[in-house]
């Protein structure tokens, strides 16, 4: 059975969930706040007044809720307990009460055509059993014009930061997110999907050959992590 069987996947998030915030703020020393609040910032200027927004694997629904200021927002992942701590989450805020949590599966999404005016995906293309079939559904339900934001890990180039990087990336992580989760497998998978993970450069290929085009990233944090824009044209882009 592969790392990314689409029940596993489900399963190891679901059993996460309770303590994945947590970990989440720990492991990243809360670095992964700022890389949300620049994801709203790049889109704000993109996107048509009080927006439709879908954020996908939503987990806790914290990109969705620093999304909320933006305009409405669909929150989708699926992960049963992940969207009961995220609504939990967001019944707390006057923005959250624009949040709807929706169960779905990223490469089925449960949403017409041509729905949102942008889909916000964070840390979560990489879990995808089909990378390109994900990037099609996102293609999909995006109107013309729509935007797509991608926020996920990658590798520093730099080589000294690089090795100290994977070190930690390798040997530590994997048992902080155990202690903390009592789930070190998850984090050993985070460690190694990371590795196995596309290149910015590579990713930003398959977003063109996905119909996007205004393709760019943004290397965050001294490349630990990458923010992917793209736009479907207003013909609709290839497939
Ligand atoms: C690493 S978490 C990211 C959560 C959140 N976006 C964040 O930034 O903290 C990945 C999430 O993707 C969800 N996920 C993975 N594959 C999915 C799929 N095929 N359909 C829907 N959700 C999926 C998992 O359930 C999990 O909640």
Redesign the pocket.
Same mark, same amino acid.
């Given at each position: 059975m592969g790392d990314k069987e689409?029940g596993r996947?489900?399963r190891m998030? $679901?059993a996460i969930a309770p303590r994945?915030d947590r970990a %989440?703020r720990l492991l990243s020393l809360s670095v992964?706040r700022y890389w949300?609040r620049l994801t709203r910032r790049e889109l704000e200027g993109r996107l048509p007044p009080d927006p439709r927004i879908l954020?996908?694997? #939503? $987990? #806790?629904g914290?990109?969705a809720l620093e999304l909320s200021s933006l305009g409405s927002v669909v929150a989708?992942?699926?992960?049963h307990p992940?969207l009961v701590l995220g609504m939990k989450k967001a019944s707390r805020s006057a923005a959250g009460r624009r949040i709807s949590f929706t169960e $779905?599966?990223?490469?089925r999404l449960p949403f017409p055509d041509r729905t949102f005016d942008a889909v916000s995906?964070?840390? +979560?293309l990489r %879990? &995808?059993?089909s990378y390109r079939r +994900?990037l099609a559904e996102m293609h999909r339900v995006l109107r013309p014009r729509g935007v797509l934001a991608i &926020?996920e890990f990658t590798l520093p180039t730099v080589p000294l930061f690089r090795s100290i990087y994977l070190f930690y990336f390798v040997r530590v992580l994997p048992r902080l997110g155990g202690w903390i989760t009592g789930h070190g497998r998850a984090y050993d998978y985070l460690s190694r999907s990371v590795r196995q993970f596309l290149a910015p450069e590579d990713l930003d290929r398959l977003l063109g050959k996905a119909g996007f085009h205004e393709i760019r990233h943004r290397t965050l944090s001294a490349g630990i992590a990458c923010l992917h824009l793209g736009r479907k044209p207003n013909s609709g882009g290839l497939r």
């Open positions: 689409p996947i489900r998030f $679901g994945y %989440n992964d949300r954020d996908l694997c #939503t $987990g #806790t914290d990109l989708c992942d699926f992960a992940m $779905g599966d990223a490469l995906i964070a840390f +979560g %879990n &995808l059993e +994900g &926020l």
